[in-house]
Structures are given as C-alpha cells and as structure tokens.
T-cell receptor, first 114, second 113 residues
C-alpha cells in the first residue's frame, strides 16, 4: 500500500527553466513532508520540508507547496541548473507513527539539460 | 565532522545465509533508523533505535533485527536471506527520535543469489 506516490518517474527540463515535481499522499494523518535529493552511489540528502500548518516554504531556488485538501505537494526549482539533475524523493511522516518513520515515494528522476 | 558512514559498501550472499550491516551515525546524533530501498522503489522504514532499544518498527518480518551500541552506532542483521532481500540498505541518523531532520548514509548494496 503506497501511501506516498510520485507518478512521474522522470522529468526533463531546460537549464534556467522551472522544474515542478509532484507528489500525492493518501494518509490524512501525515503532518510533515520532506523532499530529498539522491545522486548515484550516495544516500538521500535533505532538501526542504514543510509542516502541515503551512502551505508554502521557500529556501533559495527551492519552494515546496502543500495542498492539504487535495493531499498534494509539489517542489518547484527555479531556475533549474544542471547540478540539480538527480532523483528526487518525496517523504512524509506523522506524529502517530513517529518523526523518523518516513514514508517515501518512488522518486522522480530530474534531468536538467544545459 | 563525519557524516553517516556505513559498511560494507557492497555485499554478496546466498539464500539462507545471514548478514550484518553496520552504521555509524553523524557526530552528535543518538538515533539511528534503517531503511530498505529495492530497485526502482523509495526507501522503506525497517526500524529505529534509540537508547540501545528498538523504538519503532515498520512492516518487516522478525528475520530483520538490530542493535544499537553505547556509542550510538548500530547494526542491522538479516537472517535466512532470500532473493527478495536484495536491496540498498540505508542508515539514517538524527538527534533524538522526534526530530524530522535525518541524515542518510550512502547505503550498503546487498545482493542475494
């Protein structure tokens, strides 16, 4: 039972344009959401997060939007750079199951074309 | 400041064997969680260790067990290996179990033949 879903396995974007990565979840108890970036042969690296009490969080070129009614979140990267090419995982947690018990999506491979 | 380290990097075992994977948390962290990432999937939570005890567990059978040592390092043990256990095993550490910010190691790639 996949509680966090990333329906786009891959995404290609031109350098300088916006990258939008999407994530849907089914468990309404999730109250904290995170995005991780993963390069080959490395572990996931934390990118940005958002609490369910907010609908937007921004950090430099990265912005995460949360739509609780639609159970949907998205990661916007503006402008996209070739170094952003990686696999991006969406993850969620709840107080009920614990902050460290992250439920991950299957990932979206982002390719930024120079 | 060393990040999360894991050993070994790669491991090949045969069905029915047992394996032990090791993890050293990021300096200052006291909580370790283990995840299994099968090919093409996202990481799946196995269990979490804090104060040398298993605090939470995901949907994994008893063949998966662990240990945390007084220096906060941790081991993941898998008994009676079968083909489906082939995966990347990730260790993540945090300061306290209620901290959302986890730092991941590079993982151990286990292949079961």
């Amino acid at each position: 039972d996949q509680q966090v879903k990333q329906n786009s396995p891959s995404l290609s974007v031109q350098e300088g344009r916006i990258s939008i990565l999407n994530c849907d979840y089914t468990n309404s108890m999730f109250d904290y959401f995170l995005w991780y970036k993963k390069y080959p042969a490395e572990g996931p690296t934390f990118l940005i997060s958002i609490s369910s009490i907010k609908d937007k969080n921004e950090d430099g070129r990265f912005t995460v939007f949360l739509n609780k009614s639609a159970k949907h979140l998205s990661l916007h990267i503006v402008p996209s750079q070739p170094g952003d090419s990686a696999v991006y995982f969406c993850a969620a947690s709840s107080l009920q199951t614990g902050a460290n018990n992250l439920f991950f999506g299957t990932g979206t491979r982002l390719t930024v074309i120079p | 400041d060393a990040g999360v380290t894991q050993s070994p990097t790669h491991l090949i075992k045969t069905r029915g064997q047992q394996v032990t994977l090791r993890c050293s948390p990021k300096s200052g962290h006291d909580t370790v969680s283990w995840y299994q990432q099968a090919l093409g999937q996202g990481p799946q939570f196995i269990f979490q260790y804090y104060e040398e005890e298993e605090r939470q567990r995901g949907n994994f059978p008893d063949r998966f067990s662990g240990h945390q040592f007084p220096n906060y390092s941790s081991e993941l043990n898998v008994n009676a290996l079968w083909l489906g256990d082939s995966a990347l095993y990730l260790c993540a550490s945090s300061l306290r179990p209620d901290n959302n910010e986890q730092f991941f190691g590079p993982g151990t790639r286990l292949t079961v033949l």
